[in-house]
């Protein structure tokens, strides 16, 4: 078997969620900006913590701190925003970590009309690691509103996801799409019959190809609980964006796996 070149290398490189979480998280404190006030390089995470209280969306919040904790992004408290993280990071949580940097980067431009800092470079950086990410999970932005800008499936990722199942359930594949139509629709039960069945669909999977991060959510939210055990501790709208959360949880899973197959059948 010919040996694979760097270029076949670098196109089987995998995301994987938690790892692309820390290294967003290590370009915002690398000193790759500029502050023509003090004449000296700092991170993007350093002009966070000067300006946030000029932010215009920073709600109430007197902290970038206590705004990354407002949204449950994980780090360990006892190492400030040092992600030294343990468990796996959802890819909702990915994707809100993501929205959370395009607010920043708003709100900084904004700030710095005068030229105060230097952070195109970095800015650079962080995006190029964003659109790469977004290209390797099929997502995109879009903004909802002026401004507003959130990060969401694109069409064909639920489609191929759905191409994916066909052969094996076609009911469920019918399924995949039919959430799609519910995720605009506040029915539970709908979405839960289906991420029910999704789970199940999953879970044997699992057991042969292991994936740390999809395992840490459905044993925190869902599989190992049983279907609406948490419920009781949560209202329809939690609810509604757990499953969803769930759901491309799941969805990226199955993407993922498909491309691994496809790769080691080309190794043959």
């Known amino acids: 078997m010919a040996r ?40 993007v995470l350093q002009i966070i913590e000067k300006e946030f209280l000029n932010f215009k969306r920073r709600v109430s ?35 809100c970590f993501i929205e959370l940097i395009l607010l920043v980067f708003q709100e900084l431009e904004e700030i710095n009309h005068k030229g105060k800092y230097d952070f195109a470079e970095a800015k ?3 995006k190029h690691n964003i659109h790469y990410i977004l290209e390797k999970i099929a997502h995109k932005i879009i903004e909802i509103r002026p401004k507003q800008l959130i990060v969401v499936p694109s069409d064909d990722f639920v489609n191929a996801v759905a ?6 359930d076609e009911q469920l594949a019918l399924a995949v799409l039919g959430y799609s139509h519910y995720s605009h629709k506040a029915d539970i039960e709908e979405k839960g019959v289906i991420l029910k069945q999704l789970v199940d669909y999953v879970e044997p999977k ?17 599989a190992k609980q ?6 009781p501790h949560l209202n329809a709208e939690e609810m509604i964006e757990l499953y969803d959360g769930l759901y491309k949880n799941i969805l990226f899973y199955i993407m993922k796996q498909e491309i691994n197959d496809l790769v080691e059948g080309d190794n043959y």
Do not use: C
Not at 10 to 35: A, F, G, K, P
Not at 208 to 221: E, M, Q, R, T
């Open 124 to 126: 650079a950086q962080i």
């Open 206 to 222: 699992l057991k042969i190809v292991k994936d740390s991060n999809l395992s840490f959510v459905l044993n925190k939210y869902y």
């Open 226 to 231: 049983g279907e609406n055990a948490t419920a």
């Open 4 to 43: 694979k070149n760097i270029y076949d290398l670098l196109n089987e490189h995998e995301i994987d969620t938690r790892q692309e979480y820390e290294r967003l998280w290590t370009l915002l404190r690398s000193r790759s900006s500029y502050s023509a006030t003090h004449n000296y390089s700092v991170s």
């Open 163 to 168: 191409d994916i199942i066909l052969p094996e």
């Open 61 to 95: 919040f007197v902290s970038f701190h206590e705004m990354v904790r407002y949204f449950q992004l994980p780090f360990r408290e006892e190492s400030g925003y040092f992600p030294a993280i343990v468990y796996g990071v959802s890819l909702d949580e990915l994707n």
